[in-house]
């Protein structure tokens, strides 16, 4: 006879949504719908509440937003944007209608204003990148909670 061992749950698993195709305003609204759900599920984990847990909402904030407007300049448009969280990880995807390859613009046209958006995703991002999908891409980024 075998014993088997049962693992512990993990974390719960959160997922919120937001349609974003044709809506005014999207950046605002990203941001508003981001900041309700880190709040619902008290992301980043831990306590107590402190300013570094604070500034990482507000790193996150950030990001939403960078994703959202980069789609809205350069991609015809956001159509989605996803928030998952699980545990101390955190992952956005913002999907758009170009299916064009997001990069982050290098110092080849210095002086013109615009066009850092992916490279402060690099700076506070662990990892991010982009997929094709069937009416577009999705550009994807993953940050865990502080230490």
Known sequence: MMDTVKAPPGPTEHIRQLMLRDA????????????????????????????????????????????????CVHAGGPTRLVLRSRGERLRVEVADRDARRAEPRRADAPGRPGGYGLLIVEELAQAWGSTRGAEGKCVWLEIRAYA
């Open 24 to 71: 005014p305003d999207p950046v605002s609204r990203s941001r508003d719908f981001t900041r309700r759900a880190l709040a619902a599920w008290a992301w980043p984990p831990g306590a107590p509440w402190n300013p570094q847990r604070r500034q990482q909402v507000e790193d996150v904030l950030l990001l939403v937003c960078e994703l959202v407007a980069n789609a």
